[in-house]
T-cell receptor, first 110, second 113 residues
Framework: AQSVTQPDIHITVSEGASLELRCNYS??????LFWYVQSPGQGLQLLLK??????LVQGIKGFEAEFKRSQSSFNLRKPSVHWSDAAEYFC????????FGDGTTLTVKP | NAGVTQTPKFQVLKTGQSMTLQCAQD?????MSWYRQDPGMGLRLIHY???????DQGEVPNGYNVSRSTTEDFPLRLLSAAPSQTSVYFC????????????FGPGTRLTVL
């Protein structure tokens, strides 16, 4: 069965600082991996996805993620966080019938 | 394109009442899914459909019913509402190809008293 673990429930960073959100997955074959962002009271929006090829993928809003098969990880990064990045972030595995992590809430300090 | 739409946005029910959450998409997607979101628990799959006339259970199907008579619509029925079904419900659709992401509706916030 596929599963996703996001070890960090809540992360606080200062505006302008770098960010890394962790995601570990369990999947039987080549994983299809996604990062979504959810602003308060909103639905989920796709940030980026990986299914093959280059293990470093670029997404919207300046986010990137690196797929590491040996570590079963797909961590999300941003070099310089903006106050508008404060939201909840979800890692997911699988398409069609996706399995989501429990989410990481990002707080940005001014 | 409207994308994925859900109605209502908010609903309050009493224990034992039944209701249907509506979901529609205009992207001609084959796959549609219902998730519930509870604090600290991410999104959990309730039911999904891989095409008109085909549905299957997800992780937490008890107390919910679905049908898929058309490609566009995928309603979720609560048969006899319970306080444990208080949650935010999201409908999603996708093409069904392995590299395609989910497209989400705006959600329905349901409270069962």
């Amino acid at each position: 069965a596929q599963s996703v673990t996001q070890p960090d429930i809540h992360i606080t960073v200062s505006e302008g600082a770098s960010l890394e959100l962790r995601c570990n997955y369990s999947y039987g074959a080549t994983p299809y991996l996604f990062w979504y962002v959810q602003s308060p009271g909103q639905g989920l929006q796709l940030l980026l996805k990986y299914f093959s090829g280059d293990t470093l993928v670029q997404g919207i809003k300046g986010f990137e993620a690196e797929f590491k098969r040996s570590q079963s990880s797909f961590n999300l990064r941003k070099p310089s966080v903006h106050w508008s990045d404060a939201a909840e972030y979800f890692c997911a595995v699988g398409a069609g019938k996706s399995t989501f992590g429990d989410g990481t809430t990002l707080t940005v300090k001014p | 394109n409207a994308g994925v739409t859900q109605t209502p946005k908010f609903q309050v029910l009493k224990t034992g009442q039944s209701m249907t959450l509506q979901c529609a998409q205009d992207m001609n997607h084959e796959y549609m899914s219902w998730y519930r979101q509870d604090p600290g628990m991410g999104l959990r799959l309730i039911h999904y459909s891989v095409g008109a006339g085909i549905t299957d259970q997800g992780e937490v199907p008890n107390g919910y019913n679905v049908s898929r008579s058309t490609t566009e619509d995928f309603p979720l029925r609560l048969l006899s509402a319970a306080p444990s079904q208080t949650s935010v419900y999201f409908c999603a659709s996708n093409t069904g190809t392995t590299d395609n992401e989910q497209f989400f509706g705006p959600g329905t916030r349901l409270t069962v008293l």
